[in-house]
């Protein structure tokens, strides 16, 4: 399905998974760009101390996304955003099989991306935010050799924590790449049309 196939720049969107590992209730009080900084640091030291990820274990890989990635992912809001207008048109059901065959595919690319994590560091840059502000855009580089990568996020405050929505690689955000092709397979097959070819996505990556 060529609206829904994954361009090159998503092979980066693991940075987005170094991003949110495992925060503690200190950690969740810092700002967001010194959290994003300390955590991706931690993630990334650890996948390069994992000879198993860099081996390609994707189940492995997928374990670790699951654990310490999606807790700290707003994926309803993410979700909504992608299909659009057409999310208030789902039912209760739809929606929830959207989410849930949304987060699958996200996590496969994670996984298929962090195994290719080798001297990779990330650099913040300047951010501009007010204390009060309870959505901030946090943005980043991910550097190693070549050219470095932009990697933006834009989290929300829950109460003390932050929580990523969107992340924007090389200048495309993730949710307006994804809310286009959505709207694509909704107008050709309706919801239950889109739920399909993200479930038969899935599907053929397990294969």
Known sequence: MQSIRLTSWTHWMAAAALAVACVGAQAQAKAPDVLI??????VLDAVKADKSIQAGDVQKVIALVDAKVLPYFNFQRMTALAVGRNWRQATP????ALQNEFKTLLVRTYAG???QVKDQTVQLRPMRSSPEDTEVVVRTEVRGKGDPIQLDYRLEKAGDSWKIYDVNVLGVWLVENYRNSFAQEISAGGIDGLIAK???RNKAAKS
């Open 37 to 42: 900084k300390e955590v991706s640091t931690d």
């Open 93 to 96: 059901e739809q929606q929830k």
């Open 113 to 115: 991306a962090l195994a």
């Open 198 to 200: 993200l479930a038969e």
